[in-house]
């Protein structure tokens, strides 16, 4: 390794990449996830009322009659109700359409570093990532649902969404005046919330209703549709290019060698101690491409923040270091077993021969 410095380090860069791959990956799945809980506890709300057949992570269209939130804001218990409406704008983006009056009173209304509330029927709210990733600022155009809208007011991210719209615009630009998608509750005290679901429970039949507790501890990598299936595919193919890189790197290695095991071997090395040289090389290579897939990974974290904050979120997540390294070293060291194997095998007497 210190002879061939090289060799190694490009070898340990191409051990670094699927480990930067296999960690990235998951930062960004538990970093949206991440944020999207901390969007929807920022709203304040005690209680969630989906709609019927949707399911925890998606949902499409407003299909809830907007006189549910009236109905709903006049139950036993319940302090407070608001009905938004979501519409996806690219991509994984969505505008949310709010009463602002109601979700103020629910949440405490928006923390503005720029500008302030809708003024006009014309007016935008984007929060600070959606700020800084499109360069905006309060007076600028925004193009969303193919319609220009002047920036209001920026706001500090982590309340509902990255843009708002006054819910009748967005009701009436996607036709679906009178409708909504979610329904938050805000009960008087806290000891009320399971009562208050299951009383809803027997009125609206079908209706997924949770507590904002359970909602969010169900928002998990495990839930969303086919991650997981995405999350081990990625890992196959870090295995599948770790041992490629070992394998190829080692097998170089013992070609290049081949003298010099020829002389070990002479000098009384067993086949076992060759084995084991190559194996413990391809180990270190192993272990300083996990150090590397690593940092690359902070590396990663640290461009999307500055690029996409908006779009994407990644979280760092050292509880995966262990299982991408055992991954990286399998691969390694399924890698040198080939070339370990050949070069253990070797005669020493074509070996010192070897030109």
């Known amino acids: 390794m210190r002879y061939r410095p090289l060799r190694t380090l490009l070898s340990v860069l191409l051990i670094a990449i699927p480990v930067t791959l296999i960690l990235t990956l998951v930062g960004l799945s538990r970093g949206m996830l991440e944020e999207s809980k901390k969007r929807t506890s920022g709203i304040g709300a005690d209680i969630m009322v989906r709609p019927p057949g949707s399911s925890i ?31 996806p704008v690219g991509g994984i983006s969505n505008v949310f359409g709010v009463d602002l009056d109601e979700f103020n009173k629910m949440s405490g209304g928006f923390d503005f570093i720029e500008g302030g509330p809708f003024k006009g029927p014309n007016d935008i709210l984007i929060d600070d990532f959606y700020a800084q990733q499109e360069k905006k600022h309060v007076g600028d155009t925004v193009n969303v649902l193919n319609h220009n809208w002047r920036v209001a007011g920026i706001y500090r991210a982590g309340k509902l969404a990255r843009m708002v719209l006054p819910i009748s615009v967005v009701q009436d630009l ?80 013992v070609l290049q060698r081949t003298r010099e095991i020829g002389i070990l071997k002479s000098l009384g090395a067993s086949r076992m101690y060759i084995l084991v040289l190559i194996v413990a090389e391809a180990f270190m290579m192993g272990l300083f491409g996990t150090l590397l897939g690593i940092l690359f990974s902070f590396g990663a974290r640290w461009a999307i923040l500055a690029l996409v904050p908006a779009s994407l979120q990644q979280a760092i997540v050292p509880d995966w270091w262990l299982r991408a390294g055992l991954i990286a070293l399998f691969a390694s060291l399924l890698g040198a077993l080939y070339p370990g194997f050949r070069a253990a095998r070797q005669d020493p007497i074509e070996a010192l021969a070897y030109e």
Not at 57 to 62: E, H, K, L
Not at 65 to 77: A, G, I, T, Y
Not at 174 to 186: A, Q
């Open 57 to 87: 992570i998606t949902f499409s269209g407003a299909p809830m009659d907007q006189r549910l939130v009236k109905m709903l804001r006049q139950w036993p218990h319940v302090a407070g109700a608001t009905g938004v409406i979501t519409q």
């Open 174 to 253: 996607t036709g679906n005046t009178g409708r909504v998608s979610l329904i938050y509750l805000k009960v008087d005290r806290a000891e009320n919330i399971n009562p208050v679901i299951a009383s809803l429970h027997e009125k609206l039949e079908g209706y997924p209703i949770y507590s904002m507790p359970e909602y969010l501890s169900l928002v998990s990598i495990e839930n969303v549709p086919a991650l997981n299936s995405f999350i081990h595919v990625v890992i196959g193919i870090g295995i599948v290019i770790g041992f490629a890189v070992v394998c190829l790197s080692m097998y170089m290695a």
